[in-house]
Each structure stands twice: as structure tokens, then as C-alpha cells.
């Protein structure tokens, strides 16, 4: 158990759908930072919050959007999901070395 | 474009060989971290290296960062089964990681 918790761990949802991943970072982590990881793509930096406050964006779709809360778990939001949405989302924590949570695998059929 | 090359893409090798994988950019980095993935998990830090031309060793992993802090390497001496995953390197990019997308290495019994 690396301390960060995302869920739920798996998802399959019909394109044009939205859903809602959650994470909460390990205790005493500030920083959020949502991935999304595909076969093709690698990694890839979406957001980054910081106590509350969004800090960095990377190739974040508009459709896409996160928010981090004052217990300081955060939420990724996808909305009018496609078939290329289907990825492996990952969430992490920590300063200069991430922790990772175990994913949340998201199939759009 | 990724922002990290690494190479080889793929690797399969015999069990008690030794390997070399690379991270190369054209950018800079203050700092650049290795992680091992599994199939179904998140990456686990392996290193973190913040000065050109040093050199980290975590048992059978040598991890050397270039002088000009723009690569990377990982050499694995008498590779076992249980090396077998996903080796992803990233770069501090204004305190966000950029990963590139992966060394995939199979050690064979």
C-alpha cells in the first residue's frame, strides 16, 4: 500500500458519459498530480493542485477538470467521454519523489 | 515529440545478463527520477538524481545522471525475473514530472 488511494479501481462507462476519479494523497502531502497512461502516450501530466490551489497544466482536455478539497483529496472529472478516453489514470503525491496510487483503469464503450 | 527519449523500447533479455537502458532530452533538468511499473500498478520510485555527473547505486541498479544534466542512464548488472517491468524516467519541468515513455524490459528464467 503506497498511502495514496484512488477509486475505484476499475470503470466502464458508454462514450458521451461523465464520471468522477477520486484520490486522496498520503497523509501530510499537499500535492495532487493526475496522469493519464495509455499504450501509445506513455504518461502524461494533466494537473497539479497544491492545498487547494491548481499550480501546473499539462495536456489537460477541456472536458476534463479537477479540483482538490480541503481534506485535500482531489477529484478528476471527465465529461462527454470518447473511446479515446480509455486509459489507466493515475494519481500521485509528494514533493521531488511521487508516490503513485494503483490507478483507476477507465474503459469507454 | 516526448520531451524524454528513452531507448530501447523494448527488452528481453536471459537472466544474469547485464543491460543498459537510456534517457535523453535536449532540456535541462534540476532533477531526474527512474521508476519501475508493474502490469495493474502504479510507478515506484526507484532514484532520484539532482547533479550532472552523479552517480546512484541501489544494489544491482547503477543509475548515472550526464554532466550536462540533460540524460540519463540505468545499467542492471545480472538481471533476474524480478526486474521485469515497465522503467520509466522523469524530469523535473518547473516542479511538475514529465515522464518519458518507457523502457518495457522482460528478463527471461
Known amino acids: 500500500d503506497s498511502g495514496v488511494t484512488q477509486t475505484p479501481k476499475h470503470l466502464i462507462t458508454a462514450t458521451g458519459q461523465r464520471v468522477t476519479l477520486r484520490c486522496s494523497p498520503r497523509?501530510?502531502?499537499?500535492?495532487v498530480y493526475w496522469y493519464q497512461q495509455s499504450l501509445d502516450q506513455g504518461l502524461q501530466f494533466l494537473i497539479h493542485?497544491?492545498?487547494?490551489?491548481?499550480?501546473a497544466k499539462g495536456n489537460i482536455l477541456e472536458r476534463f477538470s479537477a479540483q482538490q478539497f480541503p481534506d485535500l483529496h482531489s477529484e478528476l472529472n471527465l465529461s462527454s467521454l470518447e473511446l479515446g478516453d480509455s486509459a489507466l489514470y493515475f494519481c500521485?503525491?509528494?514533493?521531488?519523489?511521487?508516490?503513485f496510487g494503483s490507478g483507476t483503469r477507465l474503459t469507454v464503450v | 515529440t516526448q520531451l524524454l527519449e528513452q531507448s530501447p523500447q523494448f527488452l528481453s533479455i536471459q537472466e544474469g545478463e547485464n543491460l543498459t537502458v537510456y534517457c535523453n532530452s535536449s532540456?535541462?533538468?534540476?532533477?531526474l527520477q527512474w521508476y519501475r511499473q508493474e502490469p495493474g500498478e502504479g510507478p515506484v520510485l526507484l532514484v532520484t538524481?539532482?547533479?550532472?555527473?552523479e552517480v546512484k547505486k541501489l544494489k544491482r541498479l547503477t543509475f548515472q545522471f550526464g554532466d550536462a544534466r540533460k540524460d540519463s542512464s540505468l545499467h542492471i548488472t545480472a538481471a533476474q525475473p524480478g526486474d521485469t517491468g515497465l522503467y520509466l524516467c522523469?524530469?523535473?519541468?518547473?516542479?511538475?514530472?514529465?515522464f518519458g515513455a518507457g523502457t518495457r524490459l522482460t528478463v527471461k528464467p
Open positions: 500521485a503525491s509528494g514533493g521531488h519523489g511521487y508516490t
Open positions: 493542485y497544491y492545498n487547494g490551489e491548481e499550480r
Open positions: 538524481v539532482v547533479t550532472g555527473g
Open positions: 532540456s535541462v533538468f534540476s532533477s
Open positions: 497523509s501530510g502531502d499537499l500535492s
Open positions: 522523469a524530469g523535473d519541468v518547473r516542479n511538475d514530472m514529465r
